[in-house]
């Protein structure tokens, strides 16, 4: 693998460190006006810095793996193989920590030497994005350091298929390369920086984060030749893991019947003086570990360490796979926690070509026993159903064309070279009850009607509504034949989309946990804004220059949301409250005023209170000058709310009403103190 001309598997280049340096800011997907006018994708073109040639993309990347981008303190590689055995998904995700992130700043910093903004001491947004567009050509080029090779084991170098990069499906992402909201951020002080612009210290030791993923809409970011088997025969496949200081390799491979692992070595090439070439087998590191998932796919995984003081050492591992059945086999066995013959399993939603989640995996799994794990093969009685276990262990249950919403099923264990358990389980899946949910009249709970389809004879049914972190009170009902609605509080939860969340149980079928969208939502109560009269009976309480009033008075909102205040008067708003829990406080300056014309001799202010959801309040306030001479001076009721609501659906007639008495109770409260 080592000597093949096309791939140089193992060839590791040497490279200076502002080659490196340039190389890794590649990886890192985008384009800014920093950099773009002064470098194109021609490797023809030359940066004009110093008279330096400008680095042709394919050249400089070629046969350069992710460890010699960067030193991460961890990095986790997953690779996905396709069921075509030709194509492949490759994800990375690396860590780079503390002072390390700090290297790896200032070297992307200076590489913008001779560009505005750069080798300033400084790494900016705009040297961060300047060359992310190429990215994804440089790892185009890059080794994967993966190689597969059918036949009887294989070790060494030669002939070997290797992986290799798809240009087109290579997604990057970096994280906090420059930190947001960093204490020492600042504006981008260089002429032609972009709108926005912020740089921080090379020096910040904030940890960094490398992400390598599918690009969007694409199928796979990796590819080798076609096994002409397609996994069917024995093959080997080949890791260089030199350079991977600690690292996690997970390798999923298509369904395959019988597929396992049979061997493996981690070998040590050193190359001494003389030419001479030592090969040993590492025994200090830990192998691989092989796991059949709940589908029958086989996952192995390996952790990697790999040590400074080990730079000299070449060290690959090989692992070994044969389709052929294993001389003993024993077959799965069910367990006493698996349900029992005659068990209803509950489903909900059923619809005709979708997969809908039964049992959960982290219930399902403890339903058989096999050493090499084990899946589930149903038979139904009726035609268009089947169910079966996916990668996570999930009971998934589907139909196709069929009017049927129950049906008996025989089901045995079966592990992945083809043994079946002796016994089998008879279960009936299917809907135990329709549901459906609408607001009351007045919008404080959902009105949840559940019926029955007679699947099982009796059902307790348990449910809330539900948000993403509250839930409201729980009710419950006992089903028989009829049909039954519950009220459901939604005291508590805020305003916004709201769902059903429950349990429904019985004596003859498995527990269901349901979670239900009914498309509903809570309407957003308007705040309530009072304004205090002070001791003279007035709402404002004015200093001796005759140019400033003050205000007082109490704010809150029915749903618990957080309301903002402003005021306008005159055609001038602020916001200057002084809050306190639910009472507010605020010094009205005059000024504003002094330009109308006729001359001002009372002052209308408007306040209004939005909450969270945008849904407003405002009311108006009539404070008289008392140094004008006002002959029409209104001493009566002389505040008016009005409620204004965007965003969510409007509240009943009758709720709004009520704001408004409400209210008003508090100013007439106000009034008599």
Not at 330 to 353: C, F, H, K, M
Request: charged share 20%.
């Amino acid at each position: 693998m080592a000597g093949h001309t096309r791939y140089r598997f193992t060839h590791l280049l040497s490279r200076s460190s502002t080659a490196i340096g340039l190389i890794f800011l590649m990886i890192l997907m985008g384009c800014s006006p920093l950099f773009t006018a002064q470098v194109t994708l021609d490797s023809s073109e030359q940066l004009p810095a110093d008279g330096r040639q400008s680095l042709a993309i394919e050249e400089e990347c070629e046969g350069l793996k992710f460890e010699d981008l960067f030193n991460y303190d961890f990095a986790n590689f997953i690779i996905n193989v396709g069921d075509d055995w030709a194509v492949a998904e490759m994800d990375a995700d690396a860590f780079v920590n503390g002072s390390k992130s700090a290297i790896v700043r200032a070297n992307l910093d200076g590489l913008f030497e001779g560009l505005s903004g750069g080798d300033n001491g400084y790494i900016s947004t705009d040297e961060r994005d300047a060359v992310r567009a190429i990215g994804p050509k440089c790892i185009g080029v890059m080794d994967t350091r993966v190689g597969i090779r059918e036949g009887i084991p294989h070790r060494g170098t030669p002939d070997w298929n290797n992986m290799s990069f798809v240009e087109d499906g290579i997604g990057l992402e970096e994280v906090d390369l420059v930190p947001a909201n960093h204490p020492e951020q600042r504006s981008c002080q260089n002429l032609g920086s972009a709108n926005g612009c912020k740089e921080v210290p090379v020096e910040v030791t904030d940890d960094l984060q490398i992400q390598l993923f599918l690009a969007d809409a694409e199928s796979n970011n990796v590819r080798f030749d076609q096994l002409p088997n397609s996994g069917d025969s024995n093959f080997t496949l080949a890791l260089n893991i030199t350079n991977m200081s600690y690292a996690h390799l997970e390798l999923n491979f298509p369904l395959k019947q019988g597929l396992r692992m049979i061997n493996y070595s981690i070998q040590d090439t050193i190359t001494n003086n003389d030419g001479s070439v030592n090969v040993s087998e590492n025994m200090a590191l830990s192998g691989p570990e092989a796991i059949y998932l709940p589908d029958g796919r086989l996952r192995v995984n390996q952790v990697v360490t790999y040590a400074t003081s080990e730079s000299s050492i070449l060290r690959q591992l090989f692992i070994d796979f044969t389709t052929m059945a294993p001389e003993t086999n024993d077959a799965p066995e069910w367990s006493s926690n698996a349900p029992e013959d005659g068990t209803v399993i509950p489903v909900l939603g059923l619809t005709s070509g979708n997969d809908v989640l039964a049992v959960a995996g982290e219930r399902t799994e403890m339903w058989a026993t096999d050493d090499s794990g084990w899946g589930l093969e149903c038979s139904f009685a009726e035609t268009g159903w089947s169910a079966s276990l996916d990668g996570e262990g999930d009971l998934m249950v589907s139909t196709v064309n069929t009017q049927a919403q129950s049906s008996d099923a025989e089901c045995y264990v079966v592990d992945p070279f083809g043994s079946m358990s002796i016994d089998s389980r008879n279960w009936t899946f299917g809907e135990v009850f329709t549901s459906s949910g609408l607001l009351s009249e007045t919008g404080d709970s959902i009105e949840f009607t559940i019926t029955p389809t007679g699947l099982v004879n009796e059902l307790e049914i348990s449910a809330h509504a539900h948000q993403m972190n509250t839930m409201g009170q729980m009710r419950s009902v006992t089903l028989a034949s009829d049909a039954s609605t519950i009220s459901l509080p939604l005291d508590g939860l805020s305003p916004g989309a709201i769902m059903v969340m429950g349990q429904a149980e019985s004596s003859t079928m498995l527990a269901l946990d349901f979670m239900l969208d009914f498309d509903l939502e809570k309407a957003s109560l308007p705040p309530l804004v009072t304004v205090k009269k002070n001791l003279d009976g007035e709402n404002a309480t004015w200093d001796a220059s005759g140019l400033t009033f003050t205000l007082q008075g109490d704010v809150l909102d029915p749903d618990g949301e957080d309301v903002s205040l402003s005021l306008r008067l005159c055609g001038y708003t602020t916001n200057d409250f002084l809050r306190a829990g639910s009472a507010w406080e605020i010094d009205v300056n005059i000024v504003s005023c002094s330009s109308q014309n006729p001359p001002v001799t009372a002052y209308d202010i408007v306040l209004t209170a939005t909450d969270e959801s945008g849904t407003m309040t405002t009311l108006s306030v009539y404070v008289p000058d008392p140094y004008a001479n006002n002959d029409g001076d209104n001493n009566g009721d002389d505040s008016t709310i009005t409620v204004e609501e965007e965003g969510l659906p409007a509240i009943s007639m009758m709720a709004t009403l009520s704001i408004v008495l409400l209210g008003a109770a508090f100013a007439g409260r106000a009034r008599k103190e």
